[in-house]
């Protein structure tokens, strides 16, 4: 039931078709390499606020919390950028809703086949094979091989990822929140 409302939620607030405030802009600029910033910049405006509102929630929790001193832009760049995949697909709020119900009624494996069909019935299998085709777009911006890990894996369950556990647990739980 929490998908069900979670997606509810994501659902209403793009709607509004409203983007990140300049202030959360300029820091994603910040944050990642040009070329990421190109692929993010490509997405919905409220797939980059959501982005934005993740990695924010993500980097508040990180403050003071370094992991080893491990360096955390990997991980702020995976907030920001796990979802990237979407742009191929190129569906508004009412496709994705569309092809969310489909997924659901004939199989979410069936759907992501499609994806080599042509017209709206591939960009239909495209969204749902978002994870894979986001990990290829960053594999060519030249992320962080875990960024990229992150983007393959975050519909997967817990322990098939690859990521440290303590950073994909926070990611995990802001993008599902």
Same mark, same amino acid.
């Given at each position: 039931?929490?998908?069900?409302?979670?997606?509810?939620?994501?659902?209403?607030?793009?709607?509004?078709?409203?983007?990140?405030?300049?202030?959360?802009?300029?820091?994603?600029?910040?944050?990642?390499?040009?070329?990421?910033?190109?692929?993010?910049?490509?997405?919905?405006?409220?797939?980059?606020?959501?982005?934005?509102?993740?990695?924010?929630?993500?980097?508040?929790?990180?403050?003071?919390?370094?992991?080893?001193?491990?360096?955390?832009?990997?991980?702020?760049?995976?907030?920001?950028?796990?979802?990237?995949?979407?742009?191929?697909? @190129?569906? *508004?709020?009412? #496709? !994705? +809703?569309?092809?969310?119900?489909?997924?659901?009624?004939? $199989?979410? &494996?069936?759907? %992501?086949?499609?994806?080599? @069909?042509? *017209?709206?019935? #591939? !960009? +239909?299998?495209?969204?749902?094979?978002?994870?894979?085709? $986001?990990? &290829?777009?960053? %594999?060519?911006?030249?992320? @962080?091989?875990?960024?990229?890990?992150?983007?393959?894996?975050?519909?997967?369950?817990?322990?098939?990822?690859?990521?440290?556990?303590?950073?994909?647990?926070?990611?995990?739980?802001?993008?599902?929140?």
């Amino acid at each position: 039931m929490g998908e069900f409302w979670h997606l509810t939620r994501r659902f209403f607030a793009a709607l509004t078709n409203r983007g990140p405030d300049e202030t959360d802009r300029v820091w994603v600029e910040s944050v990642l390499s040009a070329r990421e910033y190109a692929l993010w910049a490509r997405q919905y405006p409220p797939d980059r606020r959501h982005s934005a509102s993740i990695a924010r929630q993500v980097e508040r929790r990180l403050v003071g919390e370094p992991a080893s001193g491990e360096d955390t832009r990997w991980v702020l760049a995976s907030a920001l950028l796990h979802d990237i995949g979407k742009i191929e697909a @190129d569906l *508004g709020t009412w #496709g !994705r +809703v569309f092809a969310t119900v489909i997924a659901k009624t004939v $199989g979410s &494996e069936r759907v %992501r086949r499609w994806a080599h @069909d042509d *017209g709206y019935r #591939g !960009r +239909v299998g495209s969204y749902l094979r978002h994870p894979a085709i $986001g990990a &290829e777009l960053l %594999r060519g911006a030249q992320s @962080d091989p875990r960024t990229i890990a992150w983007a393959a894996e975050h519909h997967q369950r817990p322990d098939k990822w690859t990521v440290p556990v303590e950073f994909a647990q926070v990611l995990h739980e802001f993008d599902n929140d």
